[in-house]
């Protein structure tokens, strides 16, 4: 009887895991769509500025001819379309995160509307169980469940982890797009610089654009797996460097775009990148070494509740 309880307040507490999960992930997204939802009224603004800056160094306005007197307007110029562009990247990736983000949030309460009882079956299965270790009040029967316990907390514990290794790869595998694009670039972009022409010039911008690309995918996943970080219990000795996730797209295009053309800024942004996926790549190796140690723990486990069963009169 206590076996098959214990086998129903196992599979409840799971979905209460999952529940919990998407309250966090409801509150986390609505968290990150309001900071996405300021930032883009600032990226607006400073578009808008850009933009005019632009503007007005084409036009014939008294900045413009000052320029041209001292025979720099065109380098003015395009200064400030390069510095137009990165604002406009910038925009762009906020407005498409803002429409992944909202998307989510639809997702997450539709998800919870389907764990609405779930509260009151576990308390009802906990009550149960309260009344079956009163009528057996052996030392025995506490241990038994004891370890029943730890067990189903074992095996909730491993799909913690086993979400977050998942989440991580899909983020590492994302990121390897990126610095193939940004390596395929670098590759044209030495070309260009030993007169590959108009070809190797397309062909390097196409690859940058590529790989802004999936960096806007790539960006969404890291989210994912910091979210999925935050419901790992790992040991206090274990440094996690996650918080450049936040801003791996906005140095990204601030050092890359502003000034596109430049080999060495296509070197600088591959650098970046690669910090980011060592740092992917480390923690997905911490949490291999946590889930070996769970998935230890849990075989002792099952082999003590094993010998109690055994040994029980």
């Given at each position: 009887m206590i076996e098959e309880l214990n086998k129903k307040i196992s599979d409840v507490k799971e979905k209460l895991r999952t529940k919990q999960k998407f309250e966090s992930a409801l509150e986390q997204t609505r968290e990150a769509l309001k900071k996405q939802e300021i930032r883009k009224n600032e990226l607006y603004n400073i578009l808008n500025n850009e933009e005019k800056d632009v503007k007005n160094l084409e036009s014939l306005s008294i900045m413009g001819l000052f320029y041209s007197i001292l025979g720099s307007k065109e380098q003015q110029?395009?200064?400030?379309?390069?510095?137009y562009l990165?604002?406009?990247?910038?925009?762009d990736e906020c407005c498409s995160t803002i429409s992944i983000l909202e998307r989510e949030l639809c997702s997450y309460e539709e998800e919870l509307k389907k764990y609405s009882t779930l509260n009151l079956e576990y308390q009802s299965?906990?009550?149960?169980?309260?009344r079956l270790i009163l009528i057996d009040n052996s030392i025995v029967s506490h241990k038994l469940i004891s370890?029943?316990?730890?067990?189903?907390?074992?095996?909730?514990?491993?799909?913690?982890?086993?979400?977050?290794?998942?989440?991580?790869?899909?983020?590492?595998?994302?990121?390897?797009?990126?610095?193939?694009s940004l390596e395929s670039a670098q590759g044209w972009g030495q070309w260009d610089i030993v007169g590959g022409g108009f070809l190797a010039t397309t062909a390097k911008h196409s690859k940058i654009?590529?790989?802004?690309?999936?960096?806007?995918?790539?960006?969404?996943?890291?989210?994912?797996?910091?979210?999925e970080l935050s419901d790992v219990d790992l040991p206090?000795?274990?440094?996690?460097?996650?918080?450049s996730f936040e801003t791996f797209a906005d140095?990204?295009?601030?050092?890359?775009?502003s000034d596109w053309i430049v080999q060495s800024k296509i070197k600088d942004s591959l650098g970046k990148v690669y910090i980011i996926y060592d740092n992917v790549k480390d923690i997905i190796n911490k949490l291999d070494i946590k889930h070996n140690d769970l998935v230890k723990e849990l075989t002792l486990t099952g082999e003590k509740i094993k010998l109690f069963i055994e040994k029980a009169n």
């Open positions: 110029i395009e200064k400030e379309r390069q510095e990165a604002a406009k990247l910038n925009y299965l906990m009550k149960q169980k309260e370890l029943m316990d730890k067990e189903s907390d074992l095996r909730l514990g491993i799909g913690e982890v086993r979400e977050a290794i998942k989440a991580g790869e899909n983020a590492q595998d994302a990121l390897k797009n990126v610095l193939k654009d590529e790989a802004k690309d999936y960096l806007y995918y790539a960006q969404e996943l890291l989210r994912i797996f910091k979210r206090n000795n274990i440094e996690i460097n996650i918080g140095y990204f295009f601030d050092g890359l775009i």
